[in-house]
């Protein structure tokens, strides 16, 4: 199992971004997927989920409205469309396979495997 986290960058605020989890040992059809950041010196929290076969998908409060997550099944990649940024999104996001409850899916511990993380920069 390998989930390999891209599309990262540096963005002024307002801009745009596109990150993918490009997944390999697995169909995306059994797993959820989740998007997760970490900003120096905070805890890591949850951005977004996505459970294709269930077609649950959720969001963080802060990012509603201008994230956006979708899946690729051909390409069993999930993608994290960004906009709108802030420089408060400033962070490493990483994404993360795991089966969680609707109600845990900011909940770390509930995903087994992780990609390697792609920093997002968001100058003001």
């Known amino acids: 199992v390998q989930l390999q986290a891209s599309g990262g960058g540096l963005v002024q605020a307002g801009g745009s971004l596109r990150l993918s989890c490009a997944a390999s040992?697995?169909?995306?059809?059994?797993?959820?997927i989740g998007w997760f950041r970490q900003a120096p010196g905070k805890e890591r929290e949850g951005v977004s989920y996505i459970r294709r076969m269930s077609g649950a998908k959720y969001y963080a409060d802060s990012v509603k409205g201008r994230f956006t997550i979708s899946s690729d099944n051909a390409k069993n990649t999930v993608y994290l469309q960004m906009n709108s940024l802030k420089p408060e999104d400033t962070a490493v996001y990483y994404c993360?396979?795991?089966?969680?409850?609707?109600?845990?899916?900011?909940?770390?511990?509930?995903?087994?495997?992780w990609g390697q993380g792609t920093q997002v920069t968001v100058s003001s």
């Open positions: 993360a396979r795991g089966r969680p409850v609707a109600s845990a899916w900011v909940t770390s511990c509930m995903y087994e495997y």
């Open positions: 040992g697995f169909r995306l059809d059994d797993y959820g």
